[in-house]
């Protein structure tokens, strides 16, 4: 008999426990070990210190070639795209390409991205853009 008044005298503790693990568990936010746009992650870039004869031609084919590359990109449904546009002897080749485990939609983001950031070489006619899951060239 005094067992039985003992186990009764422990059941509110216990379910009062219990609630604060519930309420502590409910309050604990989810932590993520990176962040979830993974595009936006810039591993390096590279502007050349060289610039194209004609900036004219230059920034007509650069702009085709990219055109070119994003198309592939989103229309072809690949991984991996190579174009090259001469004009005036003005020659602009690119190559980008994304990592296996990506998905097209967010191979076409991180194009988008690394594209953005090669615009900041202006007229230099090579540069590089490496993020997490894609490169441009």
Same mark, same amino acid.
């Given at each position: 008999m005094n067992m039985k008044r003992l186990e009764k005298s422990w059941f509110p503790?216990?379910?009062a426990g219990l609630m604060v693990l519930v309420v502590f568990i409910a309050k604990v936010e989810p932590v993520?070990?990176?962040?979830?746009?993974r595009n936006s992650t810039l591993m390096r870039y590279y502007c050349s210190l060289?610039? /194209?004869?004609s900036s004219t031609y230059f920034l007509s084919n650069l702009n085709t070639t990219l055109s070119s590359l994003h198309r592939q990109l989103t229309v072809d449904r690949v991984h991996y795209a190579v174009a090259r546009t001469?004009? !005036? /002897?003005?020659s602009v080749w690119g190559l980008a390409s994304c990592r296996g485990y990506v998905s097209n939609a967010d191979?076409?983001?991180?194009?988008d991205y690394a594209v953005a950031q090669l615009r900041v070489? /202006?007229?230099? !006619? /090579?540069?590089?853009?490496?993020y997490d899951d894609c490169d441009v060239r």
């Open positions: 503790w216990r379910l993520a070990s990176q962040a979830s746009d060289y610039y /194209g004869r001469l004009l !005036n /002897g003005e191979c076409v983001a991180c194009y070489c /202006g007229l230099g !006619n /090579g540069a590089h853009a490496f």
